[in-house]
């Protein structure tokens, strides 16, 4: 019988009996994020961000601060969370060269006001414009996103705030309108790369419909488009109900005046008088089936154009008006109305007008490319995960610095995929880049004056990251 306090374990066999010491030498964990790192340079990021916070270096400072700050980026698009995760990088100097302390990250970030921020806004959309060209001249042009299994022309911009839940008081965290309490901030991502453009740091207690904020942040987003894309390429702008102010709407339209061929997707809710409208269609109209990502006729779900029935004051000329309704999946949140009806109803409305498009302006098509805004709730999810889920900071400039730099963070991943990856890494979400590609671990050997990166010749993904080398 054992004693006791022991626990007696059948041995299965089934694992190599190993022994652990600490005593190896060259070796290196973490060893895919030095593409990252690549990217950075070869989009001419860590040039760019050098030049925009080159006002910040320290007299005889050995840390250069766009370095510095991309070393941060790195350091999210990694999976770190804090500042000290920065440890993983400065101790491995043989493959990330000399990394900032602690303090002097914390000292940059203190530093960053909005004039640096708008420096390194400035900078981050001179690596874009690389990286598109680097894109355009390798593999012939950005990725399309499809709709109903047509392809939607141009860029696709999709504009979507979140809550981000702190656990301690910060400066500017306020109870939130979902009863939670933290920060509220406001994104644009490009659903045809998943680039983050740009994004907003708002307090808790901020609206989710304010105008003056989407408009910032879409402005902000434009910004980043290079101008041979900004100008003469079709711009569609999704975003929910949020989005959906008079005061934006008249904004998106106002920019065709400045050259942009921007139109809008957005939700409408749904009023007394957009209910009306829908009953008055469900007795009048002709409903037809909603389309599925592929073309398909989606089961249960049914379309309808409201454009006349629908009050239409204070919207541009020419904006169309569409209902979805569907039979509820179990779990979803209906209103009354939905409840009584037995249906969950969706509207939106947008200005596209019939045969502009591929789909030739139907509303089948038009609906299931506003349906396609809803995958920006995975950007935002797994922008959590890649820096902005937690903020490190009581002081709230330090976090909107923090902010931009995951933002960033966002960007190397999306450019490391369009430009370097194939298959499914291509549009792998960030957890599968580091699990397979940015966690590895290698040996470094240095021979014939050459300093090289040794991966395990049997992992799987081995060839993914040396049989490729950034554009240069």
Known sequence: MPTEGTCRV???????????????????????????ADVAEVTGLTSACGDALAGLRQRRGVHDPGRVAVDIAVMLADGGEAISDLAVLRDQT?????????????RLLSDMDSAVLSRLHAARAQARELAWAQRAETRGGLPRVTAAGLPVPGLVLDLD??????????????PTWKHTFGFHPLFCFLDNT??????????????????????????????????????????????????????????????RTRGLDTRFSVGVAITEPIRQAILSAKQHSEWVPALDGNGEPRDGAEICELTGLAP????????????????????????????????????????????????????????ARHHGHARVEDRIRTGKDTGFGRFPSRVFAINAAWLQLALTAIDLLAWTQMLLLD????????????????????????????????????????????RRTPVR
């Open 10 to 36: 059948k041995a299965t066999g089934t694992r190599p009996k190993i022994v652990v010491s600490a005593d190896g030498r060259g070796v290196v964990g973490h060893a895919g994020a030095r593409l990252l």
């Open 94 to 106: 043989q493959l990330f060269g000399p990394v900032a302390s602690d303090p002097t990250a914390w």
């Open 161 to 174: 705030a979140s809550i981000v839940i702190c656990h301690s008081e910060k400066e500017s965290a306020a």
């Open 194 to 255: 998943r680039e983050a453009l740009a994004g907003m740091l708002r307090e808790g207690r901020a609206g989710s419909n304010t105008t003056a904020d989407h408009i910032t942040v879409l402005d902000d987003s434009l910004n980043q488009i290079p101008d041979t894309h900004r100008h003469g390429t079709p711009i569609l702008i999704r975003s929910d109900s949020a989005g959906c102010t008079h005061g934006l709407l008249a904004h998106i339209r106002d920019l």
């Open 312 to 367: 239409d004051d204070g919207f541009p000329a020419g904006t169309r008006f569409i209902v979805r309704r569907e039979r509820p999946h179990p779990g979803a949140q209906l209103s009354l109305f939905d409840t009584i009806e037995g249906m969950r109803h969706q509207v939106l409305a947008t200005d596209t007008p019939p045969g502009a498009t591929a789909g030739g302006g139907s509303i089948q098509y038009l609906e």
């Open 423 to 466: 298959d499914d890494l291509a549009a792998a979400e960030p957890k599968k880049l580091r699990y397979r590609l940015l966690h590895v671990a290698a040996r470094i050997t240095r021979t014939a004056r050459q300093t090289r990166l040794r991966i395990a010749e049997h992992w799987p993904w081995a060839r993914r990251l040396w």
